[in-house]
């Protein structure tokens, strides 16, 4: 049985003319997925951006999401950047928290690593909670969708429609002390990033 070419242990499979484990195809297979998903989350993107430019909605199809097999170790939901019980998984949109995964790696490639980081704690602690509701919760993740797409956005909303959704945020989490802490270290690196 051949070797893998990346990590020496028994290969069972050929990619691009390389002998892979199960470890190191599965490795692949998450990469080409997570690639597929970016590309298909800015394609959606940018035909909301055009419709919201042009007035006219629903006219352009938009493109599916890629559905994966994510059965991580330990009943956890990994996305790239984000952790998610599975606990959690079917109360939650988890396309709003594809969404804030997809941005958070947009972020980091940027070179702001302290917005992603206290991006991804925050966007953790919000789905970790229970002391808020499961529809508070999900209000939540698309407000963080929101704003964290609005961070790498060449076009962004009016300051107006940015402070109303951060204090939409602000308001959501205030009954509780732990996201409120994390909020605090959030905002001020949000509003830096859209200029006020």
Do not use: H
Request: charged residues 15%; aromatic residues 6%; contains cysteine.
């Amino acid at each position: 049985m051949p070797a893998c070419d990346q990590c020496g242990k028994p290969a069972i499979a050929s990619a691009n003319q390389l002998n892979l484990c199960v470890d190191c195809l599965y490795k692949l297979q998450w990469v080409q997925y997570t690639r597929q998903m970016a590309i298909a989350q800015q394609i959606n993107f940018l035909l909301d951006q055009a419709e919201a430019v042009t007035g006219l909605y629903g006219v352009s199809p938009r493109m599916q999401m890629p559905a994966a097999a994510n059965d991580s170790p330990g009943g956890r939901m990994t996305f790239n950047n984000i952790r998610v019980d599975r606990s959690v998984v079917g109360a939650i949109n988890t396309g709003e928290v594809q969404r804030i995964d997809v941005a958070l790696t947009n972020i980091r490639f940027a070179g702001n690593e302290e917005l992603a980081s206290a991006l991804r704690d925050f966007t953790e602690a919000v789905l970790a909670t229970n002391e808020l509701s499961q529809q508070l919760k999900n209000d939540l993740l698309g407000q963080i969708s929101f704003l964290s797409e609005q961070v790498r956005a060449t076009a962004k909303q009016a300051p107006g429609v940015l402070k109303t959704v951060m204090g939409g945020v602000a308001s959501g989490v205030s009954t509780v002390a732990s996201l409120v802490s994390l909020w605090e270290k959030l905002e001020p690196l949000l509003a830096r990033s859209f200029g006020m």
